[in-house]
Structures are given as C-alpha cells and as structure tokens.
DNA sequence: CGCTAACATGTTAGCGATAACATAATATCA
DNA sequence: TGATATTATGTTATCGCTAACATGTTAGCG
C-alpha cells in the first residue's frame, strides 16, 4: 500500500485554479455575500473538481468558535451514561454542533482541571458535565467554575445557585413509586437504594421516607438496604433486607438492574411477586419489560436529558455571543410511572 | 451574571510579561529543547500566574496534527455500541488523543461523505468507524476510502482486501454455543437470528447452520426465525419458532435481549429451561447472570474491541508519520462461552 | 448627468502557535 | 588557542482561513 502524499487542498489552490482571491472563495463557501451569479459557478465547480474541503481548525481559529460542545463523561459502559450521550450528540448534531468527548472515570479532582483544560484548548464554545455528582467531585466547582470562560451545563447534580443543570427529577420519581405502592394497600415498604454517595441515590431514598412519613408509615434506616447499582449487589441487599425486615411486603429498588435480582431471588425463594411483595424499580431499561413478572418502573428519559442539556448550552452560547444576560437555573425532568404486573 | 470579557491568555501575553520570545515560552511548555534553569522558572511562574493554556487549535493547523481521533457510531442508545465507544475513549485517552464524535444512525450513505468531511475538516488524525455493517451501508468505501488520507479502521465489518477492520469472531461466537449445546446431548436446535441485514447476525446463523451439518444434524430454515435484536422482537420471534419446530429441545439466540424473551415466554408456557429447552443468548450483558434461570451465553468484550480499534489506528498514524508501509489486515477477537444454569 | 446605494472583487492583517533558520554565548577538545 | 560542539535565545515565515477595509463597477434616482 503506497502513502499518498498529496497535500491537503486548501482555499488558495481553488482561488488560484478559479482565478479569483481567495476571498472570493471564502465568499462562495459561506453564502449570504456578494458574489456574481458568474464567478459563483466557477469557484462551485473548481471546488467539485479539487474535492475542496475548508478547514474547520483554520476558522476556528480566526473566528474564535468552534462549533463544537465538550462532554464530560463518566460510566459509559453503563446503558444510562450512554443513553445521555446519545441525547447529547442528536441534538448537537441538529444544531449543527460536534462533540469533543472526554471520559472521566474514577476521577480524583486533579484531574478535572485537565480535562478542562483540554477541552478548552481546543476551543470549544460550551461544556456539558455529563458525571453524575458522586461524594464531593463536584467541588472543584467553586474555585474553578467562574475561570470557565465558556458556558457550562450539569448534568444529574445537585441544584446549585448561580450554576446550570438538568436532572431527572429523582425525588417525584421515588414518590411516584411510593405513592402507587401505597395506593395498591401496601404499608410495609422497603427500600434497596444506591450508593448514598451518588445525589441520585439520596434524592430517591429521601422520596422513599419523606412519603412513608407523611402518610403516617414508618421509614426505619432496618428498612432499607444500600447497593451499588449493580444486579449482584442488588441480590446482597435483598437479603439483608429480608432479614432486618422480614414482614416488609412491598419494595422500592433504586434501579431496574438490581430489582432484577430482586425478582430472582424472590422467585427462589419461593416468595410471590407481586402478592407476597410488590416491586417497583427505577429506568425503565428496555429488559424491564420482559422481566419475570413484569417491573413496573419509574421511567427516566435520559435521552431528552442529554438533548435537553445540549439545547440549553447552545441556547447559552448564542446569548453570550449576542451580549444577552443569562439567568443560571436547574431543570427538571419528570419522570413517569409505567405500572406492570410486578406491583398489582 | 456578568459575562466575562477577558480575553484569552495567548503565547504573547506569556512571552511579554516573562520578556523573552513566544519561541521560548514554546519550548518551555514542550520541554526537550535548550531553556536555561533560570529562563524556564521565570516563565513557569508567568504561565502559572496568567493560567496560560495552549492552543491546541492553533497548534494543530502548524503541525498538521491534532492528535484527536474521529470516531463514527451508530445506535448509542444500545448497550453494545456504547461499550464499545467507552472502549475506544479509554485508550485514546491513554495514548494521549481526545475524540471527536460523530453519532450516525439510520444512515444513507450520501451522508456518509458529510460525516467524513466534518471528521476531517477538524484535521483528524485517524478515524474509527464503530458503525456496525448493516446491509450495504458499507458500499461507499469501495470510491470513498482512498480518497480519505488519514488511517480508518472499521469495526464490526466483514473483512475487505486492503481495508483494517477488528471485529467479534461471531462465526467463533456461534459455533461454540452451539457445539456446547451438542455436548449436552441437545440435537434439535433452533436459531433465533439477529436481523439478517447485519453481517454480525449472518455470521452467528451460518455458524449455527454450518456446526450443525458438520454433527451430521438438520438445520433447515423452519428451524430459524429473525427478531430484530429487541426483547420485543424475541418473543415474537420465539413464538413462531416453537410452531414451525415444535420439538425443538434448544435454541441459540442471536443475543440476550431476546433470550430473555425465551426464557420468560417459556416460563409462561411452562415449557421449561432447561430440562426440555436450553437456550444459549449472546453478548454476555451484565444481567444475564440474574436472569432466571441465568443465562448460558456468549461472551464478547466489545470494551476490548474499542481498545484495540484505538490503539491501532494510532499504530497507523505512527507508522505513517514515520513513513513506514503499513499492512491492511483483519483482526478477530475471540469470544468466550459463559455457561450458566439455562443449558444445562 | 451627477450622486448615492447596491453589488462584486481584491488587499492586508492577523488568529495563536511552531518550523526553520540565524545568532550569540559558553564549553570542550585536539 | 583556535576550531568545533553545545547551549540559549531571537527572528521570520507560515499553517488555512476570515475580518476589516479598500476599490471598482453597475444601477437607480431626482
């Protein structure tokens, strides 16, 4: 296989093969300027003819923007992770945007400022913080958030003045599940929740025991076991719980994976789902549905959070062009109850 | 909120406040060069104090390199996809390259040449496309490729003369199972095929008709059905199977999304796994193993697939920077059978 | 017919960095 | 001690493009 060493064709190889300035060209590549019906044809053709394909670096360069929206991510092997992604790429790429990707697993906070850094060298006009908020990883936030000279968006963090986010709306999505296992005549509920470091997880169990309270039910912390999301630690939990609650007759599981295990171990253990114990999860992955009984679930739309959270950002990057002031807020998205037989 | 018009900390602004040359800050910040103990303090302090960060924009157009990998995917949204991009971002981010992602779904190829043109427009220095091949939707290489001058490397494809691909042994893939399935005493099986548009659910049939015929055993067509890769499509596709093969005593299924389906439609018929049906899925996903009852599949490391993907188009790029002659090959990666409680 | 406005094109400068070359000071060695 | 190598720094010319300004040409109007 021989290299090709043909040179990059550049704008002034078509000026020169069109015999015009290289303006002209620029002219003709961007539209909406001056240029005679005539030398138009021409530069087209020649451009055609040479394969001519402007360098976006270049006008980066000279126009400072990019057209391109860092990402942060972090738990891409996880459906959910890359749902938000794929959100986030639709809508940037309607919006005539690309994606800079910067995966940021097990990240200390040293590293944050790398990634930035990174991103921002190479211009990009916005940054979309797609790592969930685990502990105190967002910290760095405070210090370095106003050196950003871009704007930002965060995804699935806590609510903060003065800073952009969207999440799902993690505290109506637990009660929701409460609310429904509470309206099926359940008054023993226990809850599997996530790892407590992540603010999702909290939201949801907080939701878990602000309601249970307010309907007048008890909300031990014996009621409640701690998972790490995953279907193996999901099975952990369920038997802890069933002995640190063994009348418990209904259960509210952070996410669908681990009340996947939770309907195995059920099914094991000869206990009857839903009539001994009624299960509700949190997702909605697409398996959920043709699980053993069917989950019923609280569905999160990941994929809009990642369009929503692209639209935001743009929308934030054509104000900052036009000078406009912007007001900081934290959206929320709904989530949805899908009932199915795992409850009723 | 006030936006800040502070302008961008550039090379110059370095070099005046340190009094000495932009060529020097330069070889401050690449090292390896001749800089005094004494200059390089002295600029240090100033990068620090003025929190100079390099354009990797500009420096990219002079060097002709950017050191960012284009990478083109296709159905995010799926588990597989997405482990595999996560795959592809951990090692480039290892070897130093940022990604530029392009997400291309229900594609035609005329927007192929778009997807090609902005990867390269932004100068990068190799792509990776992890879009699966699905129909002819791979046709435009046979005009297009020669005219792209960076190294590609292609995922998932059915190996081409002169073109790099890495994909899943799937003939592997299938064939185990299979033979697994034989060595459990099983002699009726049946195949649940992916979509028979893709090249990955062709190859996992023709292992299971090919080891089939090899055992001296039937695999006619009423022995198949095509799902679509869903746990929607599963069931169905189970449903019709079990009317045109009905004393079929094992089925592989073309992946674990559908095999669940199986395995829940089984259970509801009371047909039961796997003392009367066996069933062998695909792709290992994290909760076959919580499935009931678990699930015997095929292992493939789709976060494997994305490393090597990465780290050999850098072994390209390299190889062509050093105008060394690179050689197009095939790269398989070997599956691994997981066996669990619903073969045996 | 002269004056302005719209159209059409070209020229120059510069985005922020590095390559390539030039220069000067010091160190090393025959 | 002069020649050569090493170290340390600066100058100039791009990379490929567009902004900003300049200049000409044609059209429209009172």
């Not at 942060?72 to 005539?96: M, Q, Y």
């Not at 006009?125 to 704007?151: C, F, M």
């Not at 007048?216 to 630690?233: I, P």
Request: net charge neutral; with cysteine; hydrophobic share 40%.
């Amino acid at each position: 296989m021989i290299s090709d060493k043909k040179k990059r064709v550049t704008i002034k190889d078509v000026a020169q093969a069109a015999g015009v300035s290289t303006q002209t060209v620029s002219r003709v590549m961007n539209k909406f300027s001056y240029v005679s019906e005539d030398t138009r044809k021409r530069v087209e053709e020649v451009v055609e003819r040479l394969g001519y394909n402007p360098s976006a670096l270049a006008r980066s360069l000279i126009q400072r923007r990019s057209y391109t929206l860092g990402v942060v991510t972090s738990g891409l092997k996880h459906i959910g992770p890359s749902r938000t992604l794929n959100g986030v790429a639709d809508k940037a790429d309607e919006l005539g945007y690309m994606l800079l990707m910067k995966e940021l697993d097990n990240f200390d906070n040293s590293r944050v400022g790398e990634a930035i850094d990174s991103l921002l060298a190479r211009q990009v006009d916005g940054i979309v913080w797609a790592a969930p908020e685990i502990g105190d990883n967002h910290s760095w936030l405070d210090e370095r958030l106003d050196r950003i000279p871009v704007p930002v968006i965060f995804l699935s963090m806590r609510p903060r003045k003065g800073v952009f986010s969207v999440a799902t709306d993690n505290y109506q999505g637990g009660a929701m599940a409460i609310r429904h296992l509470l309206g099926c005549g359940r008054k023993k509920i226990g809850h599997i929740s996530g790892p407590l470091a992540w603010w999702e997880a909290v939201e949801r169990k907080r939701a878990w025991r602000e309601t249970l309270i307010e309907a007048g039910l008890d909300a031990r912390e014996e009621h409640c076991a701690e998972g790490n999301w995953s279907a193996a630690s999901g099975e952990q939990a369920f038997i802890r719980l069933l002995e640190s609650y063994p009348d418990m007759d209904a259960v509210f599981v952070a996410n669908d994976q681990m009340a996947l295990s939770v309907l195995r171990e059920a099914a094991r253990r000869g206990v009857s789902v839903p009539s001994q114990l009624a299960v509700v999860g949190f997702d909605n992955i697409p398996e959920s549905a043709y699980f053993h009984p069917s989950l019923t679930t609280v569905f999160q739309d990941l994929q809009l959070l990642g369009e929503q959270a692209a639209q935001i950002v743009v929308e934030m990057i054509q104000a900052r062009q036009q000078e406009q002031p912007t007001f900081a807020q934290s959206k929320f998205i709904q989530p949805a109850l899908i009932i199915r037989e795992s409850s009723q």
